[in-house]
């Protein structure tokens, strides 16, 4: 009876407002993440096709169906679209859903900023997609090495676009990365101690601190690029004493730490999935965390790996290519603890399982020719070639995308409610894990028979007809899995079996309330008492009660223990973030075609801010004084 | 009014703790370390670069380059180091829950930065070589344009907290965010200081 009215009574406080209205100003995190996964989906979708339309160019030698420059814009588009508004935000959106419940609390840190955050990363994708479909597509490769994305050698709007692109969605990651990080520190239930967080978790947190840390400078260099093209600075500019090379430093900066912002949830996802289907905790929790943080610092002290071919002095080399393999020691630990694990817990194999395995045999792969590739002289041998679309892809599919897709299945019945067809499942993954290794493994051979990426076609008497053919088939067949998942997804949401709250019988707290979860979250917030908490629970494991339920109040823990430290009231629906959005949209977008777009940008951002951060009428306790 | 526990199960009560706390143990605390965090990554990669580029040429900064006014400078200087110390009381007083001292401090605080945006004005127009005439002066632009866009950004936060806490009412919630308003000034003046220092007499 109670608690029938506490729930009527949450329900009412913690309404989601539906529409249009709604998906602008909601900005509870179930909501933001569910926005982030599905946009993420759609790009990646994108992506997709564009890959497809490259393969398809490439199958025969000498094919007319797409021109050069349109096959430029489609390989820069496409990895643009994968590495930044695809894998980063697909793992800033499930952590943005996932986490709060994983820890136990009603809502993040930072909601509104979440929200800025989503549509920051929206308006920049959507610029991209606007100047591709305009046929001013960027074309100068996701990295877009300077002089080439020049002024001299890029003249007109394209590369802007790219630039201005990153300078959004990289706003969008910061923002969603600090209040992640907040949200871990302060918001997990009594109990929860540092040394008790679900790795999933800790992937989140470690992912989240190398973004605070690498982004900037990839910002510091989109914003250098973009001045250097529209107001003349000299950056880049030899002739007036700037350095060509000075963009690769920044660029890798960031660019390889991206690739373990990609990676290391990837692996967290891998650990849940592990012991959710051996029904064991992963072996070695303390050496994981290690690993993780392991990897995080050792990713920032590799990019100069992109570089050998720059000529670069000899020491420096040997150093990063030292630094380079040893990011394969806690790598190694990792996939050493899962296969442990594996054999000595129960082996329940259902489709999530399926991409365990499949991410283990291909991330192998992936890391032995990245081994390979550390070592300068080969590097120098395959600098450029499709040896290194072929490593790429095997670390980012294998150790992104396969516990991505497994992971999202894990959690499909968390969000929906709805289970996702086992068959279905296991045909879906049958198509992508043949689909992926025909389309990347003859990668390797081309690579090594010398054919350079980023080429839009090739003369029929190379040798590499069979092996492009091949390799076209099999990205048919993985684009088959990838619409097998959606299909999936459709009829599972429409006519799938009930969930229940935790149909794995998993560890988790999100698997500790309803599924879908209620606007709340938790009716009563639970405490923990050990790792792998639903495990670990005592029969009469405390609740957390007290908060006033006609006010969006969250619990605010300790640090360290998680002792309950105090509380904070969250802010209800607003639309002043997504007019935030906005009015840097705005002014971002204006600045390139004039620099007075920045000055236009702080103006309209000053209004929204001022909108965002107007005082309430007061509610809580004042001061004795008052003016 | 506030929750009961349901019968017959063990609970914790959190509804006396309170609704805020000062330091780490406040939530936005750590957004704003991590927001300095990042800016201040922003800055190392910014002095990363004009080092780097430094390192290419034997005369630095380029021959004909003229600085604004080291007293001109210096005055920006003096007025960024004199905002700190009102803003110091503010600091203090935030923590007591003494309103007076507090607005007083913001009200001299923000006077110090106005005039520190005002000298930083005539600096901007007194700097004697621009953005497009060499990598120098594009990283060195950079550098006063991300400043003084702290700068501003910092002055008019700033003063709008002044016409906040002259206007009332003055949560008691409020006092936390005025520690960290006061942190993030600092940032703004002491991320300069390096910076000038460089700028001013940084030659070969
Ligand atoms: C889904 C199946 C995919 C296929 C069939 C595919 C295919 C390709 C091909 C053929 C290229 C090379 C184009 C060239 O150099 O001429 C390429 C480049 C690239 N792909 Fe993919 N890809 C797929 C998924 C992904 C994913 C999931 C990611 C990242 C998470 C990704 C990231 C990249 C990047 C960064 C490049 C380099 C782009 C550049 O050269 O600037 N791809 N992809
Ligand atoms: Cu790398």
Redesign the interface.
Known sequence: MIDLELHVQLAETWRKPRGLWGWLTDNHHTTIGMNFIVTSFVFFLLGGIEAILMRTQLARPENHFVTNDFYNQLFTTHGSTMMFLFAVPMIEGLGIYIVPLMLGTRQMSFPRLNQFSYFSYLIGGLLLYAGFFLNFGPDAGWFSYVPLSGPEFAPGKRIDIWAQMITFTEIGSLGGAVSMIATIFKHRAPGMSLNRMPLFVWGELVTSFMIVFAMPAVMVASSMLASDRLIATQFFNKAEGGDVLLWQHLFWFFGHPEVYIIFIPGTTMMSTLVSAFTKRPVFGYVGMVLSLVATAFVGFGVWVHHMFATGLPELGLSFFTASSVLITIPTAFQVFSWIITIFHGKFIVRTPMLYVLGFLFIFVMGGLSGVMLASTPLDWQLHDTFFVVAHLHYVLIGGMLFPLIGALTYWFPKFTGKMMNETLGRWTFAFFFVGFNLTFFPMHNLGLHGMPRRVYTYLPTMGWNNLNMLSTVGAYVLGVGVLLFMANAVISLRSGAIAGDNPWGSFSLEWFTSSPPPPYNFLYLPTTRDRYEIWTMADDQPLVTGFRPDRREVLITKLMDAFPDHKIETPRPTIWPTLLAGATGIGVITAIFTPWGVPLGMLLAGIALTGWFWPKPPHHELLEEQP | ???????G?????????????FG?????W??LW??L??ES??FV??AS?YF??RG??STWP?PGVHQAPLWLTALTVVALLLSVIPTWWAFRAAIQ????PI?IGFLLGTLASAAACVTRAYELATIGYN?????????V??IYFMHT?HLTSGT?ENA?MTV????????????PDIRLSCIYWWFVVVSWIPFWIVIMFDKS
């Open positions: 009014m506030s929750e009961t526990a349901p019968v199960r063990r609970f914790v009560d959190v509804s006396e703790l309170p609704m805020f706390a780490p143990r406040d939530p936005i750590w957004g991590l927001l965090a990042i990554t922003m990669l910014l670069s780097y580029l290419n040429e380029p829950f003494r309103l007076r607005q953005w497009n005439s060499h990598a120098y002066g594009s990283i632009w950079a866009f008019v709008v906040l806490l002259f206007k009332g009412p003055v949560e008691k919630k409020l006092m």
